[in-house]
């Protein structure tokens, strides 16, 4: 079973939508979780860092749910600049490593 | 700021050849990273040095040797590269090792024929 496992989508959804999407994680001593954003052909940069009580940056929302191993980001009134793939990442509890999904393609039409 | 600096960006071996990707940080980060990306496969680590001075075997790490220079640069070696080594290779940092965020270089697009 892979450490982390995300639908890899594509989701495909107009402009001012709201889009939902989890991913599940493997280690029960996982300890951080992040969601990044990779544009094509570029490098994945940090989205938002999950926190266990949930958190919003703007129009994006990440939620962590511990007992049933899952994270997951919604993204609201989706904007064409929200077409991306989006990681989800997570440290598996080894104090090195982070471990990344696969990514979600999120594509926003007009 | 420059961040993270990969070079080369693009590269094109035969198999056998060798080659050395390098990577440099101005952010005086202590942990570097390389990964590997392949399409479906997500990031996959390579190695990392936790800090200066130290280097350890990441997830997939045969056919590969890195050096720590110093604390801002990290390089990856392919002594003999293989078609299964076509992949996009990433350097990354971070401040301190796995749990805090990693700022990542723009790429180098290896193939290997």
């Known amino acids: 079973r892979k450490e982390v496992e995300q639908d890899p989508g594509p989701f495909n959804v107009p402009e001012g939508a709201t889009v939902a999407f989890n991913c599940t994680y493997s280690?029960?001593?996982?300890?951080?979780f992040f969601w990044y954003r990779q544009d094509c052909r570029k490098e994945p940069k940090l989205l938002m860092s999950?926190?266990?009580s949930g958190n919003e940056d703007g129009r994006f929302t990440a939620q962590l749910n511990r007992a049933s191993q899952y994270i997951s980001l919604l993204i609201r009134d989706s904007k064409l600049s929200d077409s991306a793939t989006y990681l989800c990442v997570v440290n598996t509890g080894d104090d090195y490593k982070l471990s990344f999904g696969a990514g979600t393609t999120v594509t926003v039409r007009a | 700021n420059a961040g993270v600096t990969q070079t080369p960006k693009f590269q094109v071996l035969k198999t056998g050849q060798s080659m050395t990707l390098q990577c440099a940080q101005d952010m005086n980060h202590n942990s570097m990273y390389w990964y590997r990306q392949d399409p479906g496969m997500g990031l996959r680590l390579i190695y990392y040095?936790?800090?200066?001075?130290?280097?350890d075997k990441g997830e997939v790490p045969n056919g590969y040797n890195v050096s720590r220079l110093n604390k801002r640069e990290f390089s990856l070696r392919l002594e003999s590269a293989a078609p299964s080594q076509t992949s996009v290779y990433f350097c990354?940092?971070?401040?301190?090792?796995?749990?805090?965020?990693?700022?990542f270089g723009q790429g180098t697009r290896l193939t290997v024929v």
């Open positions: 040095s936790a800090s200066e001075g130290t280097t």
């Open positions: 990354a940092s971070s401040l301190w090792k796995g749990n805090t965020e990693a700022f």
């Open positions: 999950v926190y266990s």
């Open positions: 280690n029960s001593a996982s300890q951080s």
